[in-house]
């Protein structure tokens, strides 16, 4: 059998994890931030995300956890409004998510950060964290040219706004706000892009994979920014999709693993990685 084809057994196994999961995660949505009910998204043929409940409650670190390809970021993508899901609810905060555009649910105070970089070298550290809040600036042209004074305010107050938010995270970089972000390192780079998602305040934090391309000590460094920032603002919610397991063991609280668009696993670090069918995910089944 080759490796795209699922066998008989191992999808047996999956929907028998996914009904497990399901049993476990019964909550009611007054103490859940983000409730999650039947949500598909389907590209063409495929479906990324298949039928997918699970809840996120107020003030907690969870970890999203599952091999490449299980749905992980399509799930920030639809929670976002980058997708549009094509079945199911995503309410947060107490109003419904699908079918918004993200200008509308940042607004509603959801942010997140990518895999990949998503900063602008040649611009400082402020400009990058700036754009972050783009939504909540003025930023007409009336504005720029003929209201000065006022210009002038809003352009202290996000300075202030900014050193502040980097004296929480990250204090040497606050003597560097103004230098080109080119001139940084990777775990620098990463904490200005944490930092761009957290100036507008958010009660819910999306982390895609932050560790990605650093190393073994820098992530261990920005983790503890993190728990740091966590413990400093208040009710701020994080979820974070992340492949190093010995960071998902330190800061989350809850985890949630997924498998070819469903939930197969939920609960604390030790449960998920003694759960079998988590173990058969990673590691397939034996011969």
């Not at 080759?2 to 007054?30: C, F, G």
């Not at 900063?119 to 007409?140: A, C, E, K, R, W």
């Amino acid at each position: 059998m080759t490796t795209q084809v699922m066998s008989a057994d191992l999808m047996n196994s999956v929907e028998s994890a996914t009904a497990t999961a399901q049993s476990k995660s019964a909550v009611t949505q007054k103490e859940a931030l983000v409730a999650v009910s039947g949500l598909t998204m389907r590209f063409g043929g495929l479906t990324a995300l298949d039928k997918l409940d699970l809840h996120i409650n107020r003030g907690e670190v969870l970890g999203l956890l599952g091999p490449n390809g299980s749905g992980k970021t399509t799930f920030f993508n639809v929670l976002t409004g980058l997708y549009k899901a094509s079945e199911g609810s995503i309410v947060y905060a107490g109003g419904e998510v699908v079918g918004q555009t993200p200008q509308d649910i940042y607004r509603r105070g959801v942010a997140r950060t990518f895999q990949r970089s998503r900063l602008s070298l040649p611009l400082t550290v402020f400009d990058n964290i700036v754009i972050g809040d783009y939504q909540h600036m003025q930023h007409g042209l009336f504005f720029n040219l003929f209201r000065r004074k006022a210009f002038r305010a809003e352009y202290d107050a996000y300075v202030a706004k900014v050193e502040a938010l980097l004296n929480i995270f990250s204090p040497p970089l606050v003597s560097r706000m103004f230098e080109p972000v080119e001139t940084f390192t990777m775990i620098d780079r990463r904490r200005i892009e944490v930092c761009r998602a957290l100036l507008s305040r958010p009660k819910l934090l999306l982390l895609d994979e932050p560790s990605a391309g650093m190393t073994h000590d820098e992530t261990e460094a920005l983790m503890d920014d993190i728990l740091q920032v966590r413990g400093k603002l208040d009710d701020l919610t994080i979820v974070l999709i992340e492949h190093e397991m010995n960071v998902i063991e330190r800061i989350t609280d809850r985890c949630i693993v997924f498998n070819y668009g469903k939930k197969i696993a939920e609960g604390t670090y030790a449960e998920i990685t003694a759960d079998p069918n988590v173990q058969t995910a990673y590691l397939g089944e034996a011969e």
